[in-house]
């Protein structure tokens, strides 16, 4: 594979338990393989990442080492539950470690995200996609990622309604069509931006 | 009646067209009718409201007679459609134009919206109903309305649907039970405030 | 003193640490005395609340104490730094927390929080305080508090500046007077809703 | 010049009036002509755009003519000032003519913002720039535009101050870095876009 995505999934839950926002993630990850990017997923909620916002917050922190796969990675796909219409506080504390960033530039300004391409993959009940998308993508966009044409994909269902989107009998078009799309144009920039960095300011 | 409402119809179209959200509306006054309070909707796309931040924004500006009927109401029924995840650009203009609010104080330093109780409506294809309801009780509130518990109501279907709530059938029942228990709240929310004014301070 | 608040610190540091949001909430609790509010605050990163949504997360999880000083207070007070323009992730857990009383609700559904009265203290270096104010005012507001006019409180600096608020060497005056008319306010609120509950809904 | 840029000033004023969104506009527009990028800036309140959701909405309605200059252009930058933390309504009233592109793609389901790079540059006396990057580059990107490494470029005051970017005596410095890395990034993004359109899906 030519390029490689980092997914983090920031379901509350750690990955014993069966998770919807895993189910979009893979699904993501298969539409980017299809675009020659190989995949893996991480549960964030399986690690102790510190609150902060510096790269490494002392003993226990297990963010130095996601941090090592995000930098290494061409793609970060963020996978955030929706609570109270609202990204999960993990998805919250990954971005916020990430504020680390606008300090750690090279001599020509530039963060360790720039030149990477990130994307948002939302799964709630209900109601809460978009705003998630504006909160995450500003956050990511700060700290130096790209964002591709329709950088978000999501599932939701009806207004205060209960269903799980990992109990689904069979795939929603809507969000294939979102996620095949999105895949199709970050694979895309991220190659253009792999072989023509920003030239960053002197 | 004890109290009276002003609901806002925050509909891109004129009343000439139906409304999805003046279906809601008419839902919410209905409940608030139960207890005792008088309503009437307006759509706002009906009205030449000017865009800027005072109460008056001179020749034809419809402003004016809006504002002098949220001023006599005890509560503010704002409802919007949701474009792209967020408020109508008709529901951004309504509370910019209350802006003014900030330097319209009594001797008390209360604005002309201490007292008056606001509940946000919210209606949808999809997604982004929470966010509505973030972005405009930020806003009525930072100019003088208190937010009852649970001040919003909405409708919303799956994700990237298209089904307009005015098409529905039948009631769709979280959504009466959301708006049945936002009115019992509202309604006696802006009885005690009637009855004992928030103080202001010297 | 008649009334009591809870101050939740969500700094992403712990209390050995100084902490400019523990300044703000001391001046709003100093505020809440002069209406008869007795206070105290707990900053929340000193306790290992785990994720999830629901009010007892097991083994280990200091959640159901802290929600038992919530559910004894009648006001809380909800103080956040800004990181990327956004409240920080204890701040998201401890709503996220409080999902659970969705669930919670008397023979007449009304959940834990109804009558409690809210407020919002954020402070950041810069910019993000009204987004904080928006996204805790609705999720505060789903799960049953109520706002009282004017019930966010802020301090920020110039857009990209670096001073800390608990540095200022004297009184920041509008930060001064927006914490005063809010804790008069709330003051005055949380004194109805005590002697007049919401009825909720049979 | 090789590229061009479209700027849109979304002020609640007409250009009669100055305007600090205009002036940010103007330090944005002579960063990207540094970078072979030729641009204009457009008052949007000087036209009568009608509210709604399709491309063209009849008779005196001059958002075709706005439109055309979008889809001319390789870059967009929406300016808008703040009002009640947000966005202006005229802000939100141009992203929401966007909608539009959903429905207006060609035969790989391209929209016409496919390919192009849009910034987005913040004024206000204070508060809120944050919160107005994240709706408009939710709302940009999920109609199609392609946003570069710190896409956004903003002034604000201090908490409730009242001094204008247009009164400011000399450049404000980070604002000015921001502007400039901003620039940097969207002309390489634009460039390369335009050398390698997205390839759609079959």
Redesign the interface.
Known sequence: MELSAIALNCS??ASDAPSSTDKLLGEVLAELAKHDVAGEILRV?DFDVK???TSDEGEGDAWPEIRRRIVAADILVLGTPI????????A??V??RM?AFLGETDDR?R?P???KVAVVAVVGN??????C???M???L????????????T????????ATDYKDLRKP?E??VQ?S??MA??VA??AR??RR?P????E
């Open positions: 509350l839950k909620a609150p902060g916002v609570w109270l219409g609202q990204p999960s506080s993990i919250k504390r971005v916020e504020d300004s963060m995200a720039f030149g209900e109601d809460g996609a978009h705003h998308h504006a909160a993508f500003q956050a966009n700060d700290v130096g990622f790209t964002l591709a044409a329709t950088a978000g999501y599932w939701v269902g009806n207004a205060m309604a929603y809507p969000t979102a095949a799309m199709a144009n895309h920039l253009l931006l023509s920003y030239p960053g300011m």
